[in-house]
Structures are given as structure tokens and as C-alpha cells.
T-cell receptor, first 116, second 109 residues
């Protein structure tokens, strides 16, 4: 049973370009969470999605950032017109149906974005 | 505001015991997680506490006191591979996970 798959593992972009990060949850998991982690800092919640629905996007910056989890295919975190401050590790986690208080999250290996 | 406090860094000796503390102030409480994260890797689940008391799992134990807003992770018989960051996270009343910044644990021979 494959774990949470994220790609690319490393992505380099110049300021103003777009970054697309993909996440395939574990088989049987229908909930996806995106987190951002800056060096030497904790995980910051960004968005919580179920298939075709954004459940909670309270952690998403209001501009340039968007996320989706289509009926078919992986969840995608999209960052438009990247700036140097977007450089971070972006982790995706999934959980089975039900709330997170009933079980742990399973994390992907993360996508490390570097903006030059 | 919501706040999770953990020490930034701790050092311990191989074979010894170390206790990593976590205090929290959140809007509601629906459970507390401890995760381990090696440098450059994904966090991995260690423990989940929702009731007061001690949960033991091999060399690792986690304690919770809801009235004090306090938890600790106890690691026994430390091994070099235990060198990692340990993240405390609390589920608030909106079922959102609030994360601490993590405690970097350095194990010395």
C-alpha cells in the first residue's frame, strides 16, 4: 500500500513564475491537508480538502495560492507569481474518512520549493 | 490566540532518558499528537492523547494533563537514531491541528 506521494520533491522557480505541487493520498484516504514549513519552524496549516471540495482554507494566503482535489487525479497546490518568501517545504498529509481527532495523519515526503 | 510552546532544542546522552515538554493554549481541545521528524523528511506519527494520563508505547511514552494544558513525550534508552525534531500538535474546537515549532533533540554518544 503506497504511502502519500508528492512530486516534485524539489522545485526551483524564478520570481514571477508558477509552481505546481502534486499530492496523491494513500489508497482509501479521501482527506488531504497541505502544510508549509519554513526552516527551523513548525508546520503551518494551509488548506484541507476532500474530493472536489475545499473544506477549510483558513491558512491559505488570500492571493496567488490555490488548491484543488479533483474527482480524478492528485491534489494540486498552485502558487502563482512566486516570490522569495514562498521558498519552503510544502507537506501534504492524508487521512481516512472521518475527522482527524480519530486518527493520525500520514505525511508525504514533502516538496521543497526554492525561489531564486 | 492559539499557542503551542516547546523548547527549541535539547541535548541528551545515548542510553539516557529525556522528557520533552509541551504546553498549549487553544480554543478548545480535541486531542494532542506527538510526531517525529528527521531532518529533510516527513513527520511520522508517534502518539495521540485525548484523556489525562500516560500512554506507553515501547521506548516512548506520552503524558497529558488537560487541566494544566500540558503534555510531555518521554524517550527512554536513547539511541543515536532518535536525533530528530519532535512536534507537538493540538486539535482545537474547530478540529484544526495547531502545531508547535518542534523540539530539536540532539543525542551525543
Amino acid at each position: 500500500n503506497a504511502g502519500v506521494m508528492q512530486n516534485p520533491r524539489h522545485l526551483v522557480r524564478r520570481r514571477g513564475q508558477e509552481a505546481r505541487l502534486r499530492c496523491s493520498p494513500m489508497k482509501g484516504h479521501s482527506h488531504v491537508y497541505w502544510y508549509r514549513q519554513l526552516p527551523e519552524e513548525g508546520l503551518k496549516f494551509m488548506v484541507y480538502l476532500q474530493k472536489e471540495n475545499i473544506i477549510d482554507e483558513s491558512g491559505m494566503p488570500k492571493e496567488r495560492f490555490s488548491a484543488e482535489f479533483p474527482k480524478e487525479g492528485p491534489s494540486i497546490l498552485r502558487i502563482q507569481q512566486v516570490v522569495r518568501g514562498d521558498s519552503a517545504a510544502y507537506f501534504c498529509a492524508s487521512s481516512p474518512p472521518g475527522r482527524t481527532n480519530t486518527g493520525e495523519l500520514f505525511f508525504g515526503e514533502g516538496s521543497r520549493l526554492t525561489v531564486l | 490566540g492559539q499557542n503551542i510552546d516547546q523548547p527549541t532544542e535539547m541535548t541528551a546522552t545515548e542510553g539516557a532518558i529525556v522528557q520533552i515538554n509541551c504546553t498549549y493554549q487553544t480554543s478548545g481541545f480535541n486531542g494532542l499528537f506527538w510526531y517525529q521528524q528527521h531532518a529533510g523528511e516527513a513527520p511520522t506519527f508517534l502518539s495521540y492523547n485525548v484523556l489525562d494520563g500516560l500512554e506507553e508505547k515501547g521506548r516512548f511514552s506520552s503524558f497529558l494533563s488537560r487541566s494544566k494544558g500540558y503534555s510531555y513525550l518521554l524517550l527512554k534508552e536513547l539511541q543515536m537514531k532518535d536525533s530528530a525534531s519532535y512536534l507537538c500538535a493540538v486539535i482545537d474546537s474547530n478540529y484544526q491541528l495547531i502545531w508547535g515549532a518542534g523540539t530539536k533533540l540532539i543525542i551525543k554518544p
